[in-house]
């Protein structure tokens, strides 16, 4: 038995004027799903998940971070005002820099696949009370980018710069289980 699925979906929000891509607008899905039986006891089956990429907001470089003055450093008597941070040795901190709300959600992760697969042995067949199953997600060990993060650094110790320094994603990820019905 299985199932093929496709679906096409556009997802937007207004933001102070702007239409933008919403977080979960995914333009296009297809799943696949699988399961044959070997024998009355034992069930192999599988899925494969394909979709373009999730919209994310790119930094488009450094600025100077801001906390709140609350102990007043520059004696004007407003503690509630955003003042330059700066860390214990008095330097100044970054942070990323996003830019106008018009650049929310303008650039997308790459597409993303994973396979998944699981056998099963149950004895007594599909209404056994208890069974065994191998499960293996992202069995191709497919790098699909979830997050992708970056830094600020300084390359020459005065001037920050902007660095992406990784992307994280589902591993090749096996498990065992026992499952009994009661």
Request: hydrophobic share 35%; glycine share 10%.
């Amino acid at each position: 038995t299985g199932r093929l699925s496709y679906s096409f979906g556009v997802a937007n929000r207004l933001i102070y004027g702007e239409t933008l891509p919403f977080d979960y607008d995914r333009r296009h899905v297809l799943h696949l799903v699988g399961r044959y039986n070997l024998r009355p006891s034992l069930v192999v089956s599988g899925a494969l998940h394909v979709a373009s990429g999730i919209p994310r907001t790119e930094p488009i470089g450094v600025r100077v971070a801001s906390r709140a003055d609350r102990e007043d450093a520059d004696g004007d008597g407003i503690r509630d005002e955003l003042v330059p941070a700066r860390d214990s040795t008095g330097n100044l901190v970054y942070a990323l820099d996003f830019g106008p709300v018009s650049n929310i959600n303008r650039a997308r992760n790459p597409y993303s696949a994973r396979a998944d697969a699981r056998v099963t042995y149950s004895p007594g067949g599909l209404g056994a009370r208890w069974s065994l199953y191998v499960d293996v997600v992202n069995l191709l060990n497919t790098a699909n980018p979830g997050l992708i993060v970056y830094e600020v650094t300084s390359l020459d110790g005065r001037r920050p710069t902007l660095r992406r320094k990784g992307e994280a994603s589902i591993p090749f990820l096996p498990s065992a289980g026992l499952r009994f019905r009661f």
